[in-house]
C-alpha cells in the first residue's frame, strides 16, 4: 500500500510562487514514476508534470513548460513542484500521483497512476 501527502498550496497573486511537496510512504519503490495533476472547478484533471524514480527524467505539459519545474528527493521519498509566475488560470486542485507508466506517452495518462494524494488547493488571484 501506499500513501501520498501533499503540502505547500494556498492562495497567491498572479506573478508569485508556490512550492508543492508530495511525501510517499508505504511501498513506494515498487512504482516507477511519480506525477502532479491539477483540476479546476467543472473541468477534467490534467497533467501538469512527472518525474522517473529511476532515471529522473522530468515531463512537463506545454501549459506549464518554462515556469514550472518538478524535482525528487529519493532519499525521503518525495517530490516537489516549484511553479513560478503563476497565472489564474493555474488555480486548481493539485493532485500528486504514483503509477507505472513505461512509454513516454504513458507518463501523461490519468490511468497509468494508481495512487493518488487527497490534493491541495492552489489559488491565484488576479
Known amino acids: 500500500q501506499v500513501q501520498l501527502s501533499e503540502s505547500g498550496g494556498g492562495l497567491v497573486q498572479a506573478g508569485g510562487s508556490l512550492r508543492l511537496s508530495c511525501a510517499a510512504s508505504g511501498r513506494a519503490f515498487s512504482r516507477s514514476a511519480m506525477g502532479w495533476f491539477r483540476q479546476a472547478p467543472g473541468k477534467e484533471r490534467e497533467f501538469v508534470g512527472a518525474?522517473?524514480?529511476?532515471?529522473?527524467?522530468?515531463y512537463s505539459a506545454d501549459s506549464v513548460k518554462g515556469r514550472f519545474t518538478i524535482s525528487r528527493d529519493n532519499a525521503k521519498n518525495t517530490i516537489f513542484l516549484q511553479m513560478n509566475s503563476l497565472k489564474p488560470e493555474d488555480t486548481a486542485v493539485y493532485f500528486c500521483a504514483m503509477g507505472t507508466p513505461f512509454y513516454n506517452s504513458e507518463y501523461y495518462d490519468t490511468r497509468q497512476y494508481e495512487y493518488w494524494g487527497q490534493g491541495t488547493q492552489v489559488t491565484v488571484s488576479s
Open positions: 518525474i522517473s524514480w529511476s532515471t529522473g527524467k522530468t
